[in-house]
Nanobody, 115 residues
Framework: QLVESGGDSVQAGGSLRLSCEAS?????MGWFRQAPGKEREGVAS??????NYADSVKGRFTISRDSAKKTVFLQMNSLKPEDSGMYYC????????????????WGQGTQVTVS
């Protein structure tokens, strides 16, 4: 089961920390986002302590994992309006656009709005 939380409405330049309860998932985990009318895209991933980021968020977002709490986090700083969208976590490490049907499990998502 995947349960995302932490989304909110913030002003540009602000910060948010998203959480994903990922009970049962011990492999690669990623954060994805989807804005209205756009494809879902992977923005950050973590596997065995190694993290990767899409160019659009590099230097602003940080993905981390608390294995004991089975939670994956996404710290988002210096937020921009173009970061707005629904954010999802998933057991997938791809960055960039992904076919939603190519990932077996998605959570319900958490909404981030930057104005």
């Amino acid at each position: 089961q995947l349960v995302e939380s932490g989304g909110d409405s913030v002003q540009a330049g602000g910060s948010l920390r998203l959480s994903c309860e990922a009970s049962g998932y011990t492999g690669c985990m990623g954060w994805f986002r989807q804005a209205p009318g756009k494809e879902r895209e992977g923005v950050a991933s973590i596997y065995r302590g190694n993290s990767n980021y899409a160019d659009s968020v590099k230097g602003r977002f940080t993905i981390s994992r608390d294995s004991a709490k089975k939670t994956v986090f996404l710290q988002m700083n210096s937020l921009k309006p173009e970061d707005s969208g629904m954010y999802y976590c998933a057991p997938d490490c791809r960055l960039g656009a992904v076919n939603v049907n190519s990932v077996a499990y998605w959570g319900q998502g958490t909404q981030v709005t930057v104005s």
